[in-house]
């Protein structure tokens, strides 16, 4: 996809070996012992970021808010706007990650349309899914 940096995924990965002093805070919904990953790579499964989530009950948007990632995005230092690409004619100069629905809506973020209800859509909407397997695939 052009323009596409990499996807963006997070994954609740269970902690097995979890010490007990550290067992209260480390707990998911439900009630394991687990933590939060952010991981962002690219279509070669090359690991970019990788932010493991602090103790408490995280979700995807709690560690967003707390990655390095977003808080690079929000004082503007990232992503680079120097780059350009051309996609259907035009030239674009914002580049994004794919990441799921449960993400906010930036621009940053290529997410997949709910109801794909054009050919041009659901292409899209398979595209996306394909390019995010990448950073499923790292867990």
């Known amino acids: 996809m052009p323009g596409c940096i990499g996807a963006l995924d997070c994954t609740h990965w269970q902690w097995l070996k979890c010490l007990k002093a550290l067992a ?29 989530g602090a103790p408490g009950r995280y979700n995807d948007t ?6 390095p990632l977003m808080l690079d995005v929000n004082a503007g230092v990232w992503p680079p706007r120097n780059i350009f690409y051309t996609l259907n004619g035009q030239t674009r100069g914002l580049l994004f990650y794919t990441a799921d629905r449960g993400y906010l809506r930036y621009a940053l973020f290529a997410t997949p349309h709910s109801i794909p209800d054009t050919r041009k859509l659901a292409v899209h909407n398979r595209l996306q899914e394909a390019v995010r397997r990448d950073a499923e695939s790292m867990y």
């Open 24 to 52: 209260g805070q480390y707990h998911d919904r439900k009630g394991k012992r687990s933590v939060v990953i952010e991981s962002v790579c690219n279509e070669d499964t090359y690991n970019w970021q990788f932010f493991i």
């Open 62 to 67: 709690n560690v967003l808010a707390s990655s």
